[in-house]
């Protein structure tokens, strides 16, 4: 069981930057998606930046162009760099991973979640 380590949240600025950090206990090679989920109270948890195995990227629309997401399996790590930051990305974050196994005729998947980092954007 793989268990995912979120840190680098706190408290800044509007306009500036954090990185997080997601580290995993184990091996992320198996992990056809990684990815940064933000959830605000009384809101449903929403994507923020999603990066699969093979390095294809997507980002949620209010966050492109200021957020950037990077995976290095050899870290077992996932990051997101955040800049620019805005009132509204104030939110606690969470890592994500979906990590494959079975054969390929038949293959399954299992969810992982971090436990969360806030990030709090002040003005």
């Known amino acids: 069981q793989v268990q995912l380590l979120e840190s680098g949240g706190g408290v800044v600025q509007a306009g500036g930057s954090l990185r997080l950090s997601c580290e995993a206990s184990?091996?992320?090679?198996?992990?056809?998606?990684m990815a940064w989920y933000r959830q605000t109270p009384g809101n449903e948890r929403e994507v923020v930046a999603r990066?699969?195995?093979?390095?294809?990227?997507n980002y949620a629309d209010s966050v492109k162009g200021r957020f950037t997401i990077s995976r290095d399996n050899a870290k077992n790590a996932v990051y997101l760099q955040m800049n620019s930051l805005r009132r509204e990305d104030t939110a606690v974050y969470y890592c994500?991973?979906?990590?494959?196994?079975?054969?390929?005729?038949?293959?399954?998947?299992?969810?992982?979640w971090g436990q969360g980092t806030q990030v709090t954007v002040s003005s």
């Open positions: 990066i699969t195995r093979a390095g294809i990227i």
């Open positions: 994500y991973g979906q990590k494959e196994y079975g054969p390929v005729e038949a293959v399954r998947s299992d969810d992982y």
């Open positions: 184990g091996s992320i090679s198996r992990f056809n998606v």
